[in-house]
């Protein structure tokens, strides 16, 4: 598992979307595989089973146990949903591991028998981790988080959410100093930002966390922090940008007697604020050291899941840099 996954399964935090832009590492791409006939995936058959060595028999038994744990939860869910059974508490949890340690005993396996790598799937995930023939069960896995992480019924949606990141996060490293070029840069990263917390789904629940929720998936508190930090921001942008002030009045005013992270328009603006925004003055700096847009993105994820560590390592490394 990848280190930004683990993090985020240290704080509880949501799944489904890790797959896009790789979230970091192959194993959070969602790797998962059904099983065929009545007595379950007969992987390798008999006589070929015979002719394993130890580790390699092994493996196939923990992967196959794997897959058979994994296809019985999203079984036992659907079947929860469609019967309109009450779900268990974090209802996503137990998906999301035993996808976890089935894409995990599924690349011990490949890397002892090479030979069971495949053709290339539809979802473009490489063959050692994920066997085309095995689609279905994603394209469920995907199905299920959808219903159990639907946004609230009185969330409050935007017309232009896409739109809302881009122009939130312009004006908001403008007012904190940037050139036209780097603010861009930082609308950029704020919408890949979206797209790897919710796949750009607005106002999503989640199925993993009590905590997070919301167009970013942040907490309660960090929310609350966004909002007293755009406070303090609020009139440099007025300065320059009276037309987005006015919608953001609007949007304040519609939210007021909301949770903001159900508003996607607070909800974004108040999660770039708590942390990104104090990094934003670092983008030029960023992007000379890592000039590959991916290698920017995952600075500011990991901001996004572990802010702490994430900006003490960066720091430290700046120093070491000034000292050099």
């Known amino acids: 598992m990848s280190p930004i996954r683990a993090a985020r399964m240290s704080r509880d935090r949501p799944g489904p979307w890790s797959a896009l832009a790789a979230r970091a590492a192959l194993a959070g791409a969602l790797l998962i595989a059904p099983a065929f ?16 060595t130890r580790a390699q028999a092994e493996a196939l038994d923990t992967y196959n146990k794997g897959l058979d744990e994994f296809r019985s939860i999203l079984k ?3 079947a929860q949903i469609d019967q309109r059974q009450p779900l268990p508490d974090l209802p996503g949890q137990a998906i999301y591991l035993a996808r976890n340690n ?6 011990d396996l490949t890397d002892l028998l090479p030979a069971r ?3 290339p799937n539809r979802f473009g995930l490489p063959a050692a981790y994920f066997d085309a023939a095995n689609e279905p069960l994603l394209d469920e896995y995907f199905a299920l988080f959808s219903v159990m992480q639907a946004p609230l019924p009185n969330s ?5 959410p896409f739109n809302d990141v881009v122009d939130l996060a312009t004006d908001i490293a403008r007012a904190k100093g940037l050139d036209a ?3 861009d840069v930082a609308a950029r990263i704020s919408m890949g930002i979206f797209f790897a917390e919710t796949g750009g789904l607005q106002n999503m629940g989640n199925a993993r966390s009590k905590v997070y929720k919301g167009s970013f998936q942040t907490g309660p508190s960090e929310d609350r922090n966004g909002q007293k930090k755009w406070a303090a921001i609020k009139p440099a942008i007025a300065a320059f940008d009276p ?3 006015a919608r953001d009045d609007k949007e304040q005013a519609r939210a007021a007697q909301h949770d903001q992270r159900f508003n996607h328009w607070t909800n974004v603006r108040n999660a770039l604020m708590n942390e990104h925004a104090d990094i934003f003055p670092q983008i030029p700096e960023i992007v000379r050291t890592l000039p590959n847009p991916i290698d920017q993105m995952k600075v500011f994820e990991l901001i996004q899941i572990i802010p702490t560590p994430t900006k003490s390592a960066r720091n430290r490394g700046r120093a070491v840099q000034r000292k050099a």
């Open 76 to 78: 036992e869910r659907r």
């Open 181 to 183: 070029a780097h603010a």
């Open 102 to 107: 089935m894409i995990s005993a599924y690349k």
């Open 117 to 119: 790598i495949g053709k």
């Open 156 to 160: 409050q949606r935007s017309d232009t």
């Open 37 to 52: 006939g009545d007595g379950g995936l007969s992987f390798i058959g008999a006589q070929a089973q015979a002719a394993l």
């Open 243 to 245: 037309s987005l002030i």
